[in-house]
């Protein structure tokens, strides 16, 4: 498995993964994709790959940095915006790699945490001094 950062060939795959993340504002995602292509769009910041060996791109992560996460206000922090995983390839590992791969990338931006939300839960992880 490889993580990359997407490229603009990819344009057309990531609007199609993220039109079965998020159905409901389908008709906004070719704009934002081009905007984020363009550098005009404030998030995400950075959008990971997952790809097999055969070179299908089996899912992605949509990051961005924020400083308003509660107990963190004022902290760089990254923030995994989406992550999504194409149904038949679930179950082999490939959200866990895009989140250590999120993971470095907070890193790599100097943030303090890495944190999402699931079911109206937020999740932090302030453990980037440790492996």
Do not use: N
Request: net charge negative; hydrophobic share 45%; aromatic share 10%.
């Amino acid at each position: 498995m490889l993580i990359r950062h997407v490229q603009r060939a990819d344009a057309a795959t990531w609007e199609r993964l993220r039109r079965e993340l998020w159905p409901d504002a389908a008709e906004s995602h070719a704009c934002e994709i081009e905007e984020y292509f363009a550098g005009t769009i404030a998030e995400p910041q950075a959008v990971l790959f997952a790809e097999d060996d055969a070179g299908t791109v089996t899912a992605f992560a949509e990051l961005s940095l924020r400083q308003d996460i509660p107990g963190l206000e004022g902290q760089l922090t990254g923030y995994i915006e989406g992550l999504y995983v194409v149904p038949e390839f679930r179950w082999h590992g490939i959200a866990r790699a895009l989140l250590v791969a999120s993971r470095d990338w907070a890193r790599e931006q100097r943030c303090v945490a890495l944190a999402s939300d699931r079911a109206d839960r937020l999740v932090i992880d302030t453990t980037f001094g440790k492996s």
